[in-house]
């Protein structure tokens, strides 16, 4: 008798245990599944819907990969949920938001509560003040340990940025970074994160200026507009006098403050003058900080510099990889890398075509302003 119940509790015990593992696999491989539709939406998510929606291939391999594992049946209400969820997340990403509605009350009542269906609900919400209040409404039922803090507190940061409270927007990015997710979240928004830190002390710019300092490009227009809206550098065009940005720009043109071309392969100009929409790039940016610097030193030797040291001879050199010595760019961009208002990017090339940002060049205009 006695080994008979030994025998039992032996069969018992590994009847037990083989369950356990069926289900950690089962468990496993829904974690996996998830975690490979977060690393294809988030990156999308970050960029946000307008863009998103250029990236068609994208959208049509992360709607292939949920389709796939919606037909994997699966008992775990708690995974069908969330699955339902990131589909949701996804259909906002397609613009099919009364779609995008619908799915998030599907998953909120197979899962009550999921994190990816919370964080549906806060995009779904187009206003971000309100986004706000369901946000910190949402941390406090979390709470500080919840598994789920992290992606919350990456809406929490993008909206603050939305906002313009780009010092809150840094720090809730950095509590969530801290907070142990997956790596897709930082590779996704720490540029984000970046560019909140760098507007963090923008809170004295005027209105008109702000909405220009979080773009990754801008045109002559704008960079007339930040210089003569936060500095004093156009006075010796304006003489204190409000005038308006069409006739800077003309006057700057004509006083070689603004180049007729970005091209820094250029050795002629062209007749065409340039257009105050056009993107400014580097280069560009290079011209007009160097021009207004010697302006504002009054040193317009400042502007033959370094032509004159590596420019001359029979052999002249650039110490910058993709800076021509001949270039009429070429004291500019050295003037600029060597005052440290403009880098070189890996530290051997300046990549002259690349746009500028805006809060980068306003922190420079006001470096010479001041």
Not at 88 to 117: M, T
Not at 300 to 316: E, I, K, Q, V, W
Request: proline share 4%; glycine share 6%.
């Amino acid at each position: 008798m006695k080994y008979l119940f030994l025998l039992l509790a032996v069969i018992f015990t590994g009847c037990i245990s083989t369950r356990d593992i069926f289900l950690d696999t089962q468990q496993s491989q829904s974690d996996k599944n998830l975690a490979e539709i977060e690393a294809v939406i988030v990156p999308l998510e970050a960029i946000g819907p307008a863009q998103a929606r250029n990236r068609t291939e994208d959208l049509s391999k992360a709607r292939q990969l949920i389709t796939q594992k919606e037909r994997e049946a699966s008992a775990d209400a708690d995974y069908t949920g969330k699955l339902t969820a990131w589909s949701g997340r996804l259909a906002i990403l397609e613009g099919k938001y009364s779609d995008a509605v619908r799915i998030q009350r599907q998953s909120n009542a197979a899962s009550p509560g999921n994190v990816p269906s919370i964080v549906l609900a806060i995009r779904l919400e187009g206003d971000p003040l309100k986004r706000m209040e369901i946000i910190e409404k949402e941390l406090s039922i979390l709470g500080p340990r919840s598994s789920g803090i992290g992606e919350v507190t990456i809406e929490k940061g993008r909206t603050l940025f939305e906002l313009n409270r780009f010092s809150e927007s840094a720090g809730a990015f950095d509590v969530a970074f801290s907070s142990g997710l997956d790596k897709v979240y930082n590779d996704s928004y720490g540029t984000m994160r970046a560019r909140a830190w760098e507007l963090r002390n923008t809170s004295n710019v005027a209105s008109g200026s702000l909405g220009l300092l979080g773009r990754d490009s801008i045109s002559w227009n704008d960079c007339i507009t930040l210089a003569k809206n936060e500095t004093q550098l156009f006075r010796f065009i304006t003489g204190g006098r409000n005038i308006s940005d069409s006739e800077l720009f003309s006057r700057l043109i004509e006083r070689s403050f603004i180049p007729y071309l970005q091209d820094i392969t250029v050795t002629q100009w062209p007749s065409a003058r340039p257009r105050a929409d056009e993107t400014l790039t580097r280069a560009g940016a290079a011209w007009f900080i160097w021009h207004l610097y010697a302006e504002a030193r009054a040193d317009r030797g400042m502007l033959t510099r370094y032509s004159a040291r590596y420019a001359t001879g029979s052999n002249p050199r650039s110490p910058i990889t993709d800076v021509p010595p001949l270039s009429p760019f070429f004291d500019s961009i050295l003037g600029c890398v060597e005052t440290e208002f403009l880098s070189l990017i890996d530290g051997r090339n300046f990549q002259p075509a690349q746009p500028m940002r805006g809060a980068e060049l306003l922190s420079i205009l006001k470096r010479i302003d001041n």
